[in-house]
């Protein structure tokens, strides 16, 4: 089963930055400038943390998830876009992890 997890980070390297960019690309959609939508399992969710623990600077940076709960549930509908809405998250459809 998937949650959706809201992603939010505060990186103050533009370097570290990028790569915290380019690695939750693989796990989901930008939806707002540093702010990600990602459907994750448990393990996916463990194994996000893991990367991001590498990349960060923990002195310095901030990364915050938001559980919006289950796919199939709350978590589809936890997101309400006012203005341009993204075509993928209408349909319900958006990157996943294999």
């Known amino acids: 089963m998937?949650?959706?997890?809201?992603?939010?980070?505060?990186?103050?390297?533009d370097k570290r930055r990028t790569r915290v960019y380019n690695k939750l690309k693989g796990y989901?959609?930008?939806?707002?400038?540093?702010?990600?939508?990602?459907?994750?399992t448990p393990r996916e969710r463990l194994l996000l943390r893991?990367?991001?623990?590498?990349?960060?600077?923990?002195?310095?940076?901030?990364?915050?998830?938001?559980?919006?709960?289950p796919d199939d549930g709350r978590g589809r509908s936890a997101i309400d876009f006012w203005g341009k809405p993204l075509a993928d998250l209408?349909?319900?459809?958006?990157?996943l992890i294999v």
């Open 28 to 40: 989901g959609e930008a939806v707002q400038f540093s702010i990600f939508r990602c459907r994750l």
């Open 90 to 95: 209408a349909a319900g459809d958006g990157p």
């Open 2 to 13: 998937r949650n959706v997890f809201l992603v939010a980070y505060d990186i103050s390297d």
């Open 50 to 69: 893991e990367e991001m623990w590498g990349l960060i600077d923990h002195s310095k940076d901030r990364l915050m998830l938001v559980d919006l709960g």
